[in-house]
């Protein structure tokens, strides 16, 4: 089997480790067949792993972006999940040759004086190659890890060498974390990094309103709780509607019924876009808009991405106006 898949940018990889690190956690260590360096990633980026032929699943890379011969991701065993994380649990070993994306990233680290992190169970994952960025570019910063337990929190023994800088916070020992002492003060200059569970995300967020602009960044490994006419959970109400999309590449227009997604009204007229999640939650059908207000009902993009209105998850989003012209 070749290493690559050329054309798509996939690339066929091999088990190298697999280890228990937590309880229902484990590090799987991928790399190339033919020893070929794996592409550069920041911290904060994901790829998507194709098990069993059909199941695509986003994992967030944990292990050192200096080291191109390896990619690691942390994996948590979910039992009443759609069977991605049994697979890996259950089934996958060392040796076994599995597909994977090119990474990509909506969860950049950016430049800041002071970082404070947060993390919840296995949102750890993005937040390990950051905080040992922030700690070699010299910046202040802090991170606070919560747990259900100390023996389900993964990668303890990676963070111990920052000694103070890191709280471990297992809530059957200390109790929820105290998000008041840390965010109800706003403070300016400092990045705020949040990745965990949706109950954790939303209290952030909330405490966060009051922040500066920019100051917060989140990742969800989930869509965000939203009934189906409601935008990305906000509780404003919008009726699905038909609306036409323009592809300005072409000039073709496709009809988008009520009934399908964008991606789909375009795959169905033989439109080939790009796509993993179909959720909103990955990045990876992210199209320019040229015109027209989109209905965002993604997790991933900021309330000020939102309002520019210049683009677009399709596999979830829908519009505000009766066209979108989109950059196809």
Not at 147 to 169: E, N
Not at 285 to 296: A, K, L, N
Not at 305 to 322: F, G, K, N, W, Y
Request: aromatic content about 4%.
């Amino acid at each position: 089997m070749s290493a690559s898949m050329p054309g798509d940018g996939r690339f066929e990889l091999v088990v190298a480790a697999k280890e228990r690190v937590a309880e229902a956690v484990v590090r799987v260590v991928l790399t190339r067949p033919d020893g070929v360096a794996l592409p550069v990633w920041t911290p904060g980026a994901h790829i998507d792993l194709i098990l069993a032929g059909q199941l695509v699943r986003q994992y967030s890379l944990c292990g050192d972006p200096a080291d191109d011969g390896r990619w690691e991701i942390g994996v948590l065993h979910e039992p009443d999940g759609r069977g991605g994380s049994r697979h890996v649990h259950q089934v996958l070993d060392v040796g076994d040759q599995v597909t994977a994306s090119a990474p990509r990233n909506n969860f950049q680290l950016v430049p800041a004086p002071e970082y404070l992190f947060l993390a919840g169970g296995i949102g750890i994952t993005p937040i390990l190659p950051m905080v040992h960025a922030a700690q070699a570019a010299g910046a202040t910063w802090r991170l606070v890890y919560g747990g259900r337990r100390h023996a389900s929190m993964a990668f303890l023994d990676r963070l111990a060498q920052y000694g103070s800088r890191v709280t471990i916070h297992p809530e059957d020992i200390h109790g929820q974390l105290d998000l008041a002492s840390l965010l109800d003060i706003p403070r300016p200059d400092v990045a705020v990094y949040c990745c965990g569970p949706e109950g954790l995300l939303a209290a952030v967020e909330s405490r966060c309103s009051v922040w500066p602009a920019g100051s917060l960044h989140v990742e969800r490994f989930q869509p965000r709780s939203a009934g189906a006419d409601d935008i990305a959970g906000t509780g404003t109400a919008v009726a699905l509607s038909e609306f036409d999309v323009v592809l300005a590449q072409s000039g073709r227009t496709v009809r988008v019924p009520t009934s399908l997604s964008v991606l789909e009204a375009l795959e169905a007229a033989g439109v080939d876009v790009l796509s993993s999640c179909r959720e909103g939650v990955c990045g990876t059908c992210e199209t320019g808009v040229i015109e027209g207000e989109p209905d965002h009902r993604d997790s991933i993009l900021t309330e000020e991405e939102r309002a520019a209105s210049d683009l677009m998850m399709v596999c979830v989003s829908r519009s505000r106006t009766p066209k979108l012209v989109l950059d196809l």
